[in-house]
């Protein structure tokens, strides 16, 4: 048989939404693809290589055009291998890597096509091309650069080699992570140890203890960040110290997944690409194609904010230490007590107990009554379960959306629960990129870190996961109200300082009241969230934005390090290197730990954040104006939703987009809302 014939990927699904089909879609289907797709994409360009005439259409547009099959399986294999790995596909995604770093760089940094795309750049205005065509050669013009096409022979050649171990490097990191995180999972033998958790997460733990074999015992698993949403619960303090300091060790012990060296090595390979585009440091390299330019742009943001955010966690420190101390017990606050002593103070100031709120934010309720809800309200659009439809996991939802005419919009696939077999956070991704090019609508995944209950229980959810819950469900807005011409802008496309903007502003729809008066009901009994425990979530907003802040700032800060150290710059020990770089910044605060240590930061070293996690809190200065707007201008309405729909979201990368926010806002954004927001004012 043929490969057309032979291979899922071969050929364009002919399933609704071009679904790819998951009942041929197997191990041994993504390889003979993935080279395929590979000389597939190289003859395409050769064909536009050899075309005389250099215009628009015969290079820009064919480019977009090429490479399908590749992309094809690069969508779904991606996706398979961060929701559902196992050791094949680790082995695949190892053999890959360095050889898709090769094939992007031989497109890339091919001067043929690389004086045709300049060629036209610099014809630019004489080629009368709309707004979105211009943007789409501007875009080629900049990928090209920042790739390197207009360095010289050898550093080209120095460039290739670099990219190609940087990508193996990205690819270890990432399963050792997984691997560590796994094996650092605390098994409990007294159920006594569980005191403070509710019976359902009690047999959630005895059940992942189960799935390993351990019956009779009980797993408290590892999550992606530091710490565990476990310890806000737990009132065994020797658990509770076990749980965080296994949380800290990820990726940074002396075994076969220790990430010490490999991302020392990412470090300096990254500095020394940088040298090669004339920079010094791998941030200013990156910086060149953000929305803040420059490391300085970003410093100066973070100066404002880092002060006044450990100055209010040590308040808040020295405000559990007194809960501590009245409690009778005779210790210090350490990191391990933190989440357990703010319900506690939460409760005493507020009358606030978030834990007991888990029972009114059950997992149906909460998709189809307040995520789905709020998009109705604000963008006219409705969910219909597609339980026919087969997607890469058992677990793995399929929806069909629909705009408020009844059009067919998009495919929306909702993973939600934890296993071993999962990366840990919580991230969107397509399957499908929405474009007119091909005629192709959205398909989009959210995947969730959710711990399963035991058989025929309730998922209840933590506040944390809601909002979680409703943040990625903005990512998939953004991909699924994509309306542009061209795949390469298709949704979240966009600046990286910019993507995590409107999955911020989905989050207000959380506590929005005629959102949550729809969802936050009692499981059992149909009782609606307290008016009074809603009015005391209000009063309790800032509530913990200390720690909040500190931790988040204090990652962003050593993101920034990581990634402002020169090529020639020796580093003896991770450890200390972090110690001192969050310490220069005055964030060092020991009951505070980073929200992740070098070691498990998957984002800055196999996410595609570094020198960009300092985009979060960016992009929540635009968000937190944003919020502002839509409260002034009467909130969750279909105007509303409209107007942000139109001149933002549907646009995905198509426009500049610190121009499609004043376009709008109206206005350039500003930082108070967000000093406001988190209590720093």
Avoid at 220 to 249: A, D, I, Q, Y
Avoid at 369 to 376: E, R
Avoid at 513 to 541: C, F, R
Avoid at 665 to 679: N, Q
Wanted: with cysteine; proline share 3%; hydrophobic share 40%.
């Amino acid at each position: 048989m043929t490969f057309e014939n032979e291979n899922p990927f071969a050929l364009r699904s002919t399933l609704e939404y071009e679904m790819p089909d998951f009942n041929r879609i197997n191990d041994d289907s993504y390889l003979p693809a993935f080279y395929a797709g590979c000389e597939q994409q190289l003859a395409e360009v050769h064909e536009i290589i050899k075309q005389e005439e250099v215009t628009f259409e015969n290079t820009i547009v064919k480019m977009e055009l090429s490479g399908q099959v590749l992309m094809r399986m690069m969508m779904v294999f991606y996706n398979k291998s961060s929701s559902d790995t196992s050791d094949k596909l680790d082995a695949i995604e190892e053999e890959i890597a360095p050889k898709l770093a090769a094939h992007m760089d031989e497109i890339r940094l091919n001067q043929h096509l690389w004086g045709r795309i300049k060629h036209l750049y610099e014809n630019r205005d004489s080629l009368d091309l709309n707004t979105e065509d211009a943007w789409l050669l501007e875009r080629y013009y900049r990928d090209f650069t920042h790739a390197g096409a207009h360095l010289t022979d050898a550093q080209r050649e120095s460039l290739k080699v670099l990219n190609e171990e940087l990508s193996k490097l990205e690819t270890q990191f990432g399963k050792n992570l997984l691997n560590d995180t796994n094996d650092l999972a605390v098994v409990v033998d007294d159920v006594a140890e569980l005191d403070g958790l509710t019976e359902n997460e009690i047999a959630a733990c005895a059940s992942a203890a189960k799935d390993r074999g351990l019956e009779g015992k009980w797993l408290v698993g590892m999550v992606n960040f530091t710490g565990n949403p476990l310890l806000s619960r737990l009132t065994h303090r020797g658990l509770r110290e076990r749980v965080m300091k296994n949380s800290l060790l990820k990726g940074g012990r002396d075994n076969e997944n220790d990430n010490r060296q490999v991302l020392l090595k990412m470090v300096k390979l990254r500095a020394q690409r940088a040298e090669l585009f004339g920079v010094k440091t791998h941030a200013e390299y990156v910086l060149q194609d953000r929305n803040a330019q420059n490391p300085a742009n970003v410093h100066n943001m973070m100066k404002q904010i880092a002060p006044a955010a450990v100055r209010n966690a040590r308040a808040e420190g020295a405000e559990l230490q007194k809960s501590i101390d009245a409690s009778g017990e005779n210790f210090e606050l350490a990191s391990w007590d933190w989440d357990l002593y703010t319900e506690k103070v939460r409760m005493a100031k507020y009358n606030l107990d978030t834990a007991a709120m888990k029972p009114y934010f059950e997992l149906e309720r909460v998709l189809f009554d307040g995520v789905f809800f709020a998009a109705n309200k604000l963008f006219g659009l409705s969910f219909k379960e597609r339980k026919d439809i087969k997607t890469y996991h058992p677990e793995a939802r399929a929806f069909e959306v629909f705009n408020e005419d009844g059009s067919k919009l998009a495919l929306f696939i909702g993973d939600f629960y934890t296993r071993d077999s999962k990366r840990g956070g919580a991230w969107m991704n397509n399957l499908v990129d929405q474009n007119f090019l091909m005629g192709q609508l959205p398909v989009v995944c959210n995947n969730l870190n959710i711990p399963k209950p035991p058989a025929g229980q309730p998922t209840l959810l933590t506040y944390d996961e809601t909002t979680t819950l409703f943040h990625e469900f903005g990512h998939a807005l953004h991909g699924m109200l994509s309306d542009v011409k061209y795949p390469r802008f298709s949704g979240t496309s966009v600046e990286r300082d910019f993507v995590e903007f409107p999955s911020q502003v989905n989050e207000m729809w959380l506590s929005w009241p005629e959102v949550m008066d729809n969802y936050a009901v009692h499981y059992e009994t149909g009782e609606k969230l307290p008016q009074e425990w809603i009015e005391n979530l209000k009063a309790a907003s800032t509530f913990n934005e200390g720690h909040a802040t500190t931790s988040y700032m204090a990652a962003a800060i050593l993101d920034f390090a990581w990634h402002s150290v020169t090529s020639d710059q020796e580093i003896s020990s991770v450890e200390e290197f972090e110690a001192k770089a969050i310490a220069d910044y005055g964030l060092d605060y020991a009951p505070v730990p980073t929200r992740y240590r070098s070691t498990y930061f998957s984002h800055i070293f196999a996410g595609g954040y570094s020198a960009g996690y300092y985009g979060y809190i960016w992009s929540e200065v635009l968000d937190a104006d944003t919020v502002d707007w839509f409260k002034q201008n009467g909130g969750l309405t279909r105007a509303n939703g409209d107007h942000f729909r139109n001149t933002l979201l549907a646009r995905g990368g198509s426009l500049n987009s610190m121009q499609m926010f004043r376009n709008f806002r109206g206005r350039d954004a500003t930082i108070e809302p967000l000093l406001k927001r988190r209590g720093l004012i």
